[in-house]
């Protein structure tokens, strides 16, 4: 039975969420969940649902990360938080998967440090879904800050990204793409095109560069960039959805006719939000650690938790990080046979 | 009286809205307008309306660039085009401003080329308007994909966007950020943290890093980035917008309740619509040139027409261009001395 460390603490509404994520996807799922945390807290938590017989086991820390905490003295400082002790679950063999809704700084600075990257990887990269107008997904990596990327690290995303995407959507050959300022193929910067140089070579379905606004249209399954230009990318989209939502909001209530209009099309919205909703797409996998990783977003609700555990699962399932660690020890012996 | 070289044919509903908002600029904003275009098909449009006695005349060019001219070939091959003739109005001191809805990577290459840039400007920058959730604008540079760029030239920028905002928005210290991927002083990839020490230097409201997000808080007017991201980033935007469109306008498809509920709210989704609209911003400024430039979206109607040449018209008159030069050059100075 696959089993998830899951950071009990991490969230904005830990432990309350994590535990009925837990006990969700332990019921529904067929894993076992490690649920890490401040001991009293997660069992008084736990106590409050009924859950015979159900594989979930407490695990204590006994100090938390907050979102204030800076990643480097949430690695080098808070050694007994409960994202720490999973991390060593994962570590150690005692879990197959580290799941965290936790600050995503320290998370990705934890996974990384504390279990370690694959051999052949040199930067984990983290994977960010989008909804797309054809109703299906594409994901964006790397978002997870990874500045001043070099061609073959974004070769690297390529490869995780790819195969993250084949095990969770079930697409043969997705279609993979660097993201850049027009589809020509000298358009773009050094990095971009150095890297489509490297991409044209691997065995990939590469179809070149994408734009912006190609991140929503769906012709594309798999978008890579560097990591400083994907984590702009990804709170501006939120910062947009945002600002639409209160412009909306804030017409919607300005007259009696518009307000009724919107009591009316309130099934619409709802459809709307959910679409766009982080939880449907159960976090983002921190791709190229030992260990299976998936970061939720902090406002993870139960759904969400359950959903990033669902997604840890199948990336264990699908056997994700040895095919990562074979492509990519491929790719490097072919560079260095040159 | 401020004289504007308006590309007759450029945008995609040339020359029906150049020609109206021509009129409505001259009848309403004390401006001359030349019309640059084929003569016989710019004056079949001109007649259709009424204009006695306004500063509206023709100026013939024999050719047109479409959307598919590559900038180069736009460049060097379409010589006699309207973009080309209403560039030489300016350079030869016959308008002070060139205005066009075409093809942006051809009206950036022609200005910067033909017109020339200012003596301490390395590269003209493109300055997009964003709506932000204060009912103010902030403005986002460089958005014209000037790849790889150099701290210096961010501190370029910088100074260029203050000095466009302080004309525009009327606010006497504009706040001045560094698009990067979290706020701390650290935080951010080599040229950004290289820049940062330039603009700390300098006599600008320079108030650090802001995030994607800030893009649209108000918190900041003027936002400085690489033209790689910007031009992602505003791309990335508009495919929100339509992302965001689509799925509502599916979703209130879905039930008879929802139509009505849209009719009734119809209002609120106008007053949205308008807040995002490109033609009330009066299209991007290309700073830096040695004549004021203004590129307007392809899809400008008559009013977006008529904003752009607002905005030209107040460049103008707040002599922007000198005062970058001037601000430019002290600092050049300061740094020789350095």
């Given at each position: 039975m696959?089993?998830?460390?899951?950071?009990?603490?991490?969230?904005?509404?830990?432990?309350?969420?994590?535990?009925?994520?837990?006990?969700?996807?332990?019921?529904?799922?067929g894993?076992?969940?490690?649920?890490?945390?401040?001991?009293?807290?997660?069992?008084?938590?736990?106590?409050r649902h009924k859950h015979p017989d159900l594989p979930i086991e407490i695990v204590n820390a006994?100090?938390?990360?907050?979102?204030?905490?800076?990643p480097s003295h949430a690695f080098r400082r808070k050694k007994g938080s409960s994202l720490h002790v999973a991390a060593h679950l994962v570590k150690d063999g005692k879990a197959d998967a580290l799941?965290?809704?936790?600050?995503?700084?320290?998370?990705?600075?934890?996974?990384?440090?504390v279990i370690g990257t694959l051999p052949s990887v040199d930067r984990p990269a983290l994977a960010a879904a989008f909804p797309n107008m054809k109703e299906k997904t594409s994901i964006v990596l790397d978002v997870g800050a990874n500045v001043d990327s070099k061609p073959e690290q974004l070769e690297?995303?390529?490869?995780?990204?790819?195969?993250?995407?084949?095990?969770?959507?079930g697409t043969k050959r997705p279609r993979v793409a660097l993201l850049s300022i027009g589809e020509e193929e000298m358009k773009g910067n050094e990095l971009t095109r150095e890297a489509a140089t490297l991409l044209k070579q691997t065995a990939l379905n590469f179809v070149g560069n994408v734009e912006g606004r190609d991140v929503f249209?769906?012709?594309v399954d798999v978008i890579v960039c560097d990591g400083f230009i994907g984590n702009i990318a990804l709170k501006l989209s939120e910062g947009v959805v945002e600002q639409i939502g209160g412009m909306l909001k804030k017409a919607i209530k300005s007259s009696l006719a518009s307000q009724l209009g919107y009591a009316l099309s309130k099934r619409a919205f709802d459809t709307l939000r959910k679409s766009t909703d982080y939880s449907e797409y159960g976090g983002a996998p921190l791709?190229?650690?030992?260990?299976?990783?998936?970061?939720?977003?902090?406002?993870?609700?139960?759904?969400a938790i359950k959903n990033a555990i669902r997604v840890a699962a199948e990336l264990c399932r699908a056997?994700?990080?040895?095919k990562i660690e074979q492509e990519l020890s491929a790719i490097a012996a072919v560079a260095a046979r040159g």
């Open positions: 696959i089993t998830i460390a899951l950071d009990a603490m991490g969230g904005d509404h830990a432990p309350r969420a994590e535990v009925e994520g837990a006990i969700a996807a332990a019921r529904e799922l894993v076992r969940v490690l649920l890490v945390g401040i001991e009293a807290t997660v069992r008084e938590e736990l106590e006994d100090e938390v990360i907050t979102m204030n905490d800076s799941v965290t809704a936790g600050n995503t700084g320290a998370a990705m600075t934890v996974a990384r440090f690297q995303f390529a490869v995780m990204g790819e195969i993250y995407y084949r095990a969770i959507w249209r769906g012709n791709l190229g650690v030992r260990g299976i990783t998936i970061i939720g977003h902090g406002r993870s609700n139960p759904n056997h994700v990080n040895e």
